[in-house]
């Protein structure tokens, strides 16, 4: 017998870095999915409002909630997030843990504090205290789903990404071990892993040089924002009974996180295949 898939009408979602790129993408997939509610987060509020804007005017009875929030240097913040929300936000359900960063393509022994400080906070004890947070209201209310945005690094290691490793390792990780903290319980944990995504992931890894970034996604067809999505929706709505643990996900002419076969379109646009 195949159970149904689970329905996320009604649904209260919240989406960390949801002014760009992967975290868009999924407010964009939430809204048409039917969630009912969704907490967009990140710190350029214009792109946040924009998408409100949009998002309500395209659904009928969505409710955004803007959220503008740098989450490494309000980690208090952070930490109590569920408790500044206005009531009929405040009891998420899905929680899409996103917002993320990697800086510069130094060796490990050129790494600078500032940066390592950046991206540990960002990645890590930001990520790890939101989810301890709304983690504790899905617990008391018996129902809920955690999604940790990783890494194809958070797998594999290559050179000049020490420190982004080493924060996405710890998503792995934490994503592993919070699924045995809650194995007796009706949640769910699940990380989904992407190699290479183009968004403006890259642009803010070079410091703003457009020609470095665009340089990554060069001459193969690589992932886009709604392809992860997608698999963050495949996740979110299996049967009550199915905990999707990783979603490790490659472009077809990608082998590893730095090994990509520069082929060319011979792929064809993603959207002609
Ligand atoms: N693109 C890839 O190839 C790729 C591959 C594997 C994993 N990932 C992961 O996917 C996630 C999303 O990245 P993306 O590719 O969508 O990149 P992106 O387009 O640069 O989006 C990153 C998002 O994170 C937010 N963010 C960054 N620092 C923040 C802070 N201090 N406080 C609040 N929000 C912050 C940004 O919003 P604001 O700037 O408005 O704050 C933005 O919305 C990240 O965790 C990244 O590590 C990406």
Known sequence: MVYPTLSLADRIAMVTGASSGIGEATARRLAQEGCRKLILLARRADRLEALKAELEREHDGL???????????????????PSELPAEFAEID???NNAGLALGRSSADQN???DI??????NVTAALALASAVLRGMRARGRGHLVNVGSIAGHHTYAGGSVYIASKH????FTSAARHDLAGTPLRVTAVSPGAVETEFSLVRFGGDADKAKAVYKDFVCLRADDIADQIVYAITRPAHVQIADIVCLATNQSGPMDIARVGPSLGAPDSL
């Open 117 to 122: 400080h950046t991206i540990l906070t960002t």
């Open 63 to 81: 409710a955004c909630l803007v959220v503008t929030c740098d989450v490494a240097a309000e980690l208090e913040r952070v930490a109590n997030l």
């Open 94 to 96: 899905i929680l899409i």
């Open 112 to 114: 600078t504090l500032a």
């Open 170 to 173: 710890a998503i792995t990780a």
